[in-house]
């Protein structure tokens, strides 16, 4: 592996900035790492706003559509537009009513899958860095 920010640019994406570098695939050609790594994360398009669900014992982080189907499963009252009264049976609310939420990853729906804003450590930015294009960072207010 070539590392480094180097003038080659990727075969495949054109990339240049790679702090990774730049590996020679199984056909020889110079690729980035974004580019040779199969099993990487699909970088999002965009970030949906996150709301939190749960029932006091388990806690999961989803979509909009998903947390107010979670509400209505579970005959939830809202209080608010982005918050249900707290009930035995549960509790959805948006992230912006949770104040500080930080994680060490990128959080996806635990429904569907789509990629929710949270905001990251300093550790969830490096995980970006190192598992996500740069074309992708600035969703997470990443400078390249």
Same mark, same amino acid.
């Given at each position: 592996m070539i590392t480094g920010h180097l003038g080659v640019a990727c075969a495949a994406c054109g $990339? %240049?900035?790679?702090?990774?570098?730049?590996?020679?695939d199984s056909t020889g050609r110079l690729v980035c790492f974004w580019c040779k790594a199969p099993d990487r994360p699909a970088p999002p398009v965009e970030l949906v706003p996150a709301w939190i669900v749960g029932d006091y014992d388990i806690t999961d982080i989803t /979509? *909009?559509? !998903? #947390?107010? *189907?979670? #509400?209505?499963?579970?005959?939830?009252?809202? *209080?608010?537009?982005? +918050? %249900?009264? *707290? +009930?035995? $049976?549960?509790? #959805?609310y948006a992230v912006?009513? +949770?104040?500080?939420?930080? +994680?060490?990853?990128?959080?996806? /729906?635990?429904? /569907?899958?789509? !990629?929710?804003? %949270?905001?990251? %450590?300093?550790?969830?930015?490096?995980?970006?860095?190192?598992?996500?294009?740069p074309a992708a960072w600035h969703l997470w207010g990443i400078d390249a």
């Amino acid at each position: 592996m070539i590392t480094g920010h180097l003038g080659v640019a990727c075969a495949a994406c054109g $990339n %240049t900035g790679d702090p990774l570098g730049v590996m020679v695939d199984s056909t020889g050609r110079l690729v980035c790492f974004w580019c040779k790594a199969p099993d990487r994360p699909a970088p999002p398009v965009e970030l949906v706003p996150a709301w939190i669900v749960g029932d006091y014992d388990i806690t999961d982080i989803t /979509c *909009e559509q !998903h #947390a107010k *189907e979670y #509400a209505a499963d579970n005959g939830l009252v809202w *209080e608010y537009p982005g +918050s %249900t009264l *707290e +009930s035995p $049976n549960g509790y #959805a609310y948006a992230v912006a009513y +949770s104040g500080d939420l930080e +994680s060490d990853y990128p959080h996806v /729906c635990g429904v /569907c899958g789509v !990629h929710v804003d %949270t905001a990251l %450590t300093n550790d969830g930015v490096e995980y970006v860095r190192e598992n996500y294009p740069p074309a992708a960072w600035h969703l997470w207010g990443i400078d390249a």
